[in-house]
């Protein structure tokens, strides 16, 4: 298990005067001799909406400004050096309900709105690497909508960004209604602390998802998440823990927290009544190491800051010991995924 930070009483401080749970744990990897430890240390913050979902869309907007300036400034305290918030983490998660207005109003662009400026601020006040996940509206392809991850560099540079893959149509989260399939592939970012990538939300059901992220030369994969209780609270332990493991790298679980409600009752399309919430979001934030330990969530109910300080060097440590990269038959699958997408295609079954 990873042991516990030692955080500044400042840090504690300030996350108790703030009204949110503060929470640090530490990795380990074997001292080697050819290369120094690369330690990072990681910051993942949940949280819930700051004012009801009828408030007027920029006062919902700079309240969730304040709140991640209040928190960041705490893990700044901790010396964090790449911070992840939620997915959509600057309006509520309204794509259960299909309505297009108001809630389209929260796009901004990736490349200079108003959330990102706000972030290229905290990157350079804390020398810190942000992942800033936004409904993003692109400007310069007719005003599209995607579910997208910027990354910021801690010079406050806008390193790039990167889209939600995977869309889900699961109950309430019908999110085609407002985006579709990313189309950055499988990027990841050369950080000055390490190689990152943002596999976004329901990402992460899908192996190859996280796969091709490690190909590509991930250390830390980010999975900023929006996710309830009912529908997925039993997966949400295993699978990027799962993946940590499959793919030699760190993962990061970040989960929003608290029951957010609408004005206007919408349907599942599955017979039940009409309702103004689809559950409550179940925080329980946490990173996995490459070799299968894990931190402690963050709580259910509250928001919270997890901060974890990672050896980057485990990644290659557990690659040498269990060889999955090395071992791993690629060319095989790519050749047998290749005729399996094919309109033809026959599954390879022997029968009698």
Sequence with gaps: SPRNLDLPSCAV?????????????????????????????????????????????????????RRIAEIVEVAAMCDVNIVCFQEAWVMPFAFCTRERLPWTEFAESAENGATT??????????????????????????????NTAVVISNTGAVLGKTRKNHIPRVGDFNESTYYMEGNTGHRVFQ?????????????RHHPLNWLMYGINGAEIIFNPSATIGELSESLWPIEARNAAIANHCFTCAINRVGTEHFENEFTSGDGKKAHHDFGHFYGSSYVSAPDGSRTPGLSRVSDGLLIAEMDLNLCRQTCDKWNFKMTGRYEMYAEELARAVRPDFQPDIVRE
């Design 13 to 65: 401080n300030a996350a108790s005067q703030g009204n949110f749970e503060l929470k640090g744990y530490g990795f380990e990897a074997a001292l080697e001799q050819l290369r120094r430890p690369r330690t990072v240390r990681v910051g993942l913050i949940q949280n819930k909406i700051q004012l009801p979902t009828t408030s007027p869309v920029a006062e919902q907007i700079n309240a969730l400004h």
């Design 117 to 146: 400026k706000f972030c290229q601020e905290l990157a350079k006040k804390h020398n810190m690497v942000i992942v800033s996940p936004i409904l993003e509206r692109d400007e310069s392809h007719a005003d599209t909508l995607w």
């Design 191 to 203: 950080t000055a602390f390490g190689r990152i990538a943002v596999n976004i939300c329901y990402g």
